[in-house]
């Protein structure tokens, strides 16, 4: 079992940057992808980023490539997300989740979730 929970979010305005982060206990974090999501006020819940394991492979949603950064620190057993340049369509409730394995876009296929973080972006 895998614990997880988020912290960092909060009101920014448009343009402005916040740094996500999750925290994972319990069971070993190693050899778990991890991803990132979001879901915005009436949307569905959306991939914004996913990395593997040793941090050597990342994946970004178009809509935040060139914004988001995630990274990982295996030994501090937690996981980042910096966003920068933030538009008002990234608010939303932000989770962390963890899956054995690498990494994937689908939120189905993730076995350890966090409690989510709200970012609002206001214009």
């Known amino acids: 079992q895998v614990q997880l929970v988020e912290s960092g979010g909060g009101l920014v305005q448009a343009g402005g940057s916040l740094r996500l982060s999750c925290a994972a206990s319990?069971?070993?974090?190693?050899?778990?992808?991890m991803g990132w999501f979001r879901q915005g006020p009436g949307k569905e819940r959306e991939v914004v980023a996913a990395?593997?394991?040793?941090?050597?492979?990342?994946y970004y949603a178009d809509s935040v490539k060139g914004r988001f950064t995630i990274s990982r620190d295996n030994a501090k057993n937690t996981l980042s997300l910096q966003m920068n340049s933030l538009k008002v369509e990234d608010t939303g409730v932000y989770y962390c989740a963890a899956k054995i394995g690498w990494w994937a876009t689908d939120w189905d296929e993730y076995d350890y979730w966090g409690q989510g973080t709200q970012v609002t972006v206001s214009s």
């Open positions: 990395i593997n394991w040793t941090g050597g492979d990342t």
């Open positions: 319990g069971r070993t974090f190693s050899g778990h992808g």
